[in-house]
């Protein structure tokens, strides 16, 4: 998974560095990019876009900090106290006794499906190919033979 998502990365990269997320792209293309980026500076345009994310993007990193704050003083409330961190079961922590993944035959499916990194693809066409051509030439020698 981790490789697929570098993968992905890849070519999901975006043209600059100030990248701005939905719906806030909106405001960069609109108020921006189409009437100041054609004609300023570099530096300057650059300089406008931070003051502007600053502006976007400070209100949610303060709430963010916040409730990050105050979950960190409950679980360190709750340490002190010698209980759990959390008192919140999910629904599938509730069910993991339940479920098997080895006698559902998931296990083995998934281990089927993973690909195999350390191998070239290009390589394993090529033995494929190879495997393949190997039943067809068993095949010509059989119809030869009759």
Known sequence: MALFSQKTLLFV??????VFI?????IELFFLVIPLEWWMSKKLYGQINR??????????????????????HKVRWNR???????DV???WEQ???????EDD???KAVEKSRPDVTTDAT????????KNMEELKALVTRLEKK
């Open 13 to 18: 990269r975006a043209p600059d560095e100030n």
């Open 22 to 26: 939905p719906p806030f792209n909106l």
């Open 51 to 72: 003051y502007v994310m600053f502006v976007i993007y400070s209100p949610l990193l303060v709430i963010t900090a916040a409730w990050e704050t105050k979950t960190a």
């Open 80 to 86: 002190k106290r010698g209980e759990a961190d959390e």
């Open 89 to 91: 079961v999910y629904e």
């Open 95 to 101: 069910m993991d006794n339940q479920l098997d993944f």
């Open 105 to 107: 035959g998931w296990a």
């Open 123 to 130: 390589l394993m066409e090529v033995r494929d190919l190879r």
